[in-house]
Structures are given as structure tokens and as C-alpha cells.
């Protein structure tokens, strides 16, 4: 026991340290505030024991965070594991649908989603990097946009998107309704304006008629905008046998998924990918411990992560720790696809952000934990 609290102890003393420079961005007060690296493990256990809300906040850690969506408070969810000690929570179960026409909003959303004419050369939809039928991703390194162009990085998951404390991997869209713009104008995603978009939409009959439906001033750029999010904002997946375990079902992980849950807790992968989300709450340096970009043959403006924001040298290679869940549907995996395997991307963490070599054994332990994090969208949102 002490040997598994010295190591978290460890991994929480290097993500303090980091976390001390960070702090007017976002970062936990938690982990800056606590003396001891260990009184953080212990802040973290208690933080998630009332109610595990994700813990990157500008305010205090005692606030609730603030939703980055108003379609989707997380209030609007049933949270189910208070007085958990665990250090992460599960998916909540979704709310039923609200009057306002939420759920012909949702489907709005879905439709516009998959509607390529969302960009310049009617070649790709949202959904042509967010697959709602797979992981949420493309699977491929790099997604590829209008005219058939290559973007500098790896499609994040829209799944649960919601609960992250900002979008993109370096965080610059502080909600989804501020995501939706850049890949629209992104020249290598939709290389599209509003008024083309608005335009487009205007012409087609379904299109006048579904929105006047729902929004009484027809099309504009804020309803597509609400409509979007509110269908992302629906994007929640549940039912993960982890989320199972968590609520008590001790059957739903097998004794080899459980030691891998062990390992993640021990190894301090908790401290960075934490909360309901198992990640999506903190910036991270990517190379705590080594310098993940010292070897590497070439290196993109991407590469250089929070720093492309803020424009501080302590936010250069620091991206926003990526949500876990459903992370066996998303590969390839870090925000430039290198590793092709969660294996790989295991292995890799051991290294560069804990500082050792993983034994093999304990890698194949996480990834089958790992593995139990996949859950299910609801059919009416999929294609
Ligand atoms: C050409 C591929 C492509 C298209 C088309 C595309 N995206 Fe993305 N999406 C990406 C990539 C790549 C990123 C990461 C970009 C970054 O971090 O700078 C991303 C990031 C996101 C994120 C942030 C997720 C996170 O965890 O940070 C959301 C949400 C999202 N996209 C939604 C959308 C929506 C909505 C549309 C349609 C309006 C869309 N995307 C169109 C490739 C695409
Ligand atoms: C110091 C913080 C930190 C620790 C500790 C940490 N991670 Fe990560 N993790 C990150 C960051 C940051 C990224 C994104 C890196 C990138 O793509 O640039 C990441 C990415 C990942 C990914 C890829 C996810 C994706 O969608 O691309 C996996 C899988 C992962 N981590 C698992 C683990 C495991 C397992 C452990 C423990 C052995 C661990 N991490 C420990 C910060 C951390």
C-alpha cells in the first residue's frame, strides 16, 4: 500500500509541478494548493466522492464547473455515484427529453451533422471525421478535409465532447457552440463561411420548413449552431462496463480488467485522466518526464499545442489530456496519431509521462481496462 500511494504520491508531485504554472488557465486549484502531493490524491478522492464533477476550473475546486454548453447542463443528468470513493464516475444517465422541442432540435442537429453541403466543395460532413456509427473519430492520423487536404491532427472523439472543460486539443474553444465555427472556416476541414452555409441551407425546402418547425426565426447561424450542439450535447455514451462496476455490479469487469483499473490508480495515469470523463479536465504537457519531441523527425505549428493560445512558454507541447472513454474505438491515438495501437499509446505514457518503462504485463492489464470503457450511443442519434 505504501509503495502504491509513494508512486501516485510521485506522479502527482510532477503533475503539480506543472500544475503550478498553469493555474490562471484553468488548472485545479486542488493540485496547487495542497502541500503535499499526497493531500492531493487525497483532495481528488474527496472531490470525487461528492459527485466527481471534472475538476479544471477557474474558480475555486469547490464550485461546480461551469457547462460548457447550455443545451446540455450537466445538471440536466442524473448523477449516480454519490458518496463513491472513487476517483472517477461514471457516464451519467441520460435526462428524458425536454418540452421545447428539444428532441426535434437534437434531430435537426444530426441532419446537419451529416450534411456535407456544410462544406466548400460539398465533400465532407461533420460527421466524415466524427463517425457517430464507430468512435466518434475517422481512425485515420490525420483528418482529411475539403479538396481532399491533409489537417496537421487526429480527430478527437465528439462522444461526451460535452464534459470537456474547453474543445480542440489546445483547448482555444471554451464550449462546443464556440467549436462549431472552426472547423466550418478551417480551410483544410469545411473551407466554408456562414453565408455560404446559411445560403446552402436556405435553398433547400426540407431544411426552411424542418427549422421553422422548431425555431421560430427559421435558419440563421445560431440556430444551426444550437442544433449542432444540442445533437453533440446528446452524444453520451453509456453503458460502459466500467460504468457498471462503478455502480456496483462487481461482475461487469473480469479479474484481469480490475488489477488494469488497479494499475491505472497506482501508476497515477488518475492524476491526469480523472472525472467522469477519465480525462478532458486538465491541460498536460505531453512529456512530463522526457522530451517526447526531442527525437521526433518533424514537427508541425499543431505540435507546439496551448502554446499556439496562450502564447507562454510553459503552454508550448501542452494539450488538453484527452477523454479515455470509448478510447478502444478511437485509434490512432494523440493529437498527431503516432501510436497505432492503445498499446503503443500505453507504453508511450509509461514513458513520457510517468518516466519508466512499464512491464509488459502491467501494459496489458491497462489496456484491457481500458477496454471496458466503451459504451453505447442512443440508436436515434446514430445513423
Ligand atoms: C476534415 C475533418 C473534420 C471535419 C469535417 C470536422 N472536424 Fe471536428 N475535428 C477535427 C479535428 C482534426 C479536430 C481537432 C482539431 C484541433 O484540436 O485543433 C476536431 C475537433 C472537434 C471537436 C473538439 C473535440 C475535443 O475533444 O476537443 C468537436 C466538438 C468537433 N470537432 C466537432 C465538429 C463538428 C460539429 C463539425 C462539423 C461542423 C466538425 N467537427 C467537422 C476534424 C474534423
Ligand atoms: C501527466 C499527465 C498524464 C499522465 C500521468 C498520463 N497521461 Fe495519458 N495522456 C496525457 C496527455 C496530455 C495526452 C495527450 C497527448 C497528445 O496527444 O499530445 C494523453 C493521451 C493518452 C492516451 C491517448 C488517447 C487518445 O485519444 O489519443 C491514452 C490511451 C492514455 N493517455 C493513457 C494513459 C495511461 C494508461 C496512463 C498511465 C499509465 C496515462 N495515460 C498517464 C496525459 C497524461
Request: proline share 5%; with cysteine.
Amino acid at each position: 500500500m505504501k509503495l502504491q500511494m509513494d508512486k501516485i504520491g510521485r506522479a502527482m508531485l510532477r503533475v503539480r509541478s506543472v500544475a503550478k504554472r498553469t493555474t490562471e488557465d484553468g488548472f485545479p486549484r486542488l493540485l496547487h494548493n495542497s502541500s503535499h502531493a499526497i493531500l492531493g490524491v487525497i483532495g481528488l478522492a474527496v472531490l470525487c466522492a461528492c459527485g466527481c464533477q471534472p475538476t479544471a476550473q477557474n474558480s475555486a475546486a469547490s464550485s461546480p464547473r461551469k457547462p460548457n454548453s447550455t443545451a446540455t447542463r450537466p445538471g440536466r443528468f442524473v448523477t449516480a455515484n454519490a458518496g463513491s470513493s472513487e476517483p472517477l464516475a461514471p457516464m451519467p444517465v441520460l435526462a428524458p427529453w425536454k418540452k421545447d422541442n428539444e428532441r426535434e432540435k437534437v434531430h435537426l442537429g444530426k441532419l446537419l451533422f451529416h450534411d456535407r453541403r456544410l462544406s466548400i466543395d460539398n465533400s465532407v460532413s461533420c460527421a466524415s471525421c466524427h463517425n457517430v456509427n464507430e468512435g466518434g473519430d475517422d481512425g485515420r492520423v490525420t483528418s482529411i478535409g475539403a479538396y481532399g487536404q491533409f489537417g496537421q491532427l487526429n480527430a478527437p472523439t465528439v462522444f461526451n465532447a460535452v464534459y470537456n472543460l474547453s474543445q480542440f486539443w489546445d483547448g482555444r474553444a471554451p464550449s462546443l457552440q464556440a467549436q462549431v465555427a472552426g472547423p466550418i472556416h478551417h480551410p483544410k476541414e469545411m473551407g466554408s463561411t456562414w453565408n455560404t452555409v446559411v445560403t446552402r441551407l436556405t435553398a433547400d425546402k426540407r431544411f426552411r420548413e424542418h427549422f421553422r418547425d422548431v425555431y421560430p426565426d427559421g435558419i440563421t447561424i445560431e440556430n444551426v449552431i444550437d442544433a449542432i450542439t444540442r445533437y453533440e450535447g446528446r452524444l453520451i455514451t453509456h453503458d460502459a462496463a466500467f460504468d457498471r462496476f462503478l455502480r456496483g455490479d462487481e461482475a461487469a469487469l473480469n479479474e484481469v480488467e480490475k488489477q488494469g483499473y488497479q494499475l491505472f490508480k497506482d501508476h497515477g495515469c488518475v492524476s491526469c485522466h480523472q472525472g467522469r470523463n477519465i480525462g478532458g479536465n486538465l491541460y498536460q504537457k505531453l512529456g512530463v518526464m522526457r522530451d517526447y519531441f526531442e527525437n521526433r523527425p518533424t514537427s508541425v505549428e499543431a505540435d507546439a499545442g496551448r502554446f499556439n493560445v496562450t502564447q507562454r512558454t510553459e503552454d508550448l507541447h501542452r494539450f488538453k489530456v484527452p477523454s479515455l472513454r470509448n478510447v478502444a474505438r478511437t485509434r490512432p491515438y494523440f493529437h498527431d496519431g503516432s501510436a497505432k495501437s492503445l498499446h503503443d499509446a500505453v507504453r508511450i505514457m509509461g514513458e513520457y509521462q510517468l518516466g519508466y518503462d512499464l512491464p509488459e504485463e502491467d501494459i496489458s492489464r491497462l489496456v484491457s481496462f481500458l477496454k471496458t470503457l466503451s459504451g453505447i450511443v442512443d440508436r436515434e442519434l446514430r445513423l
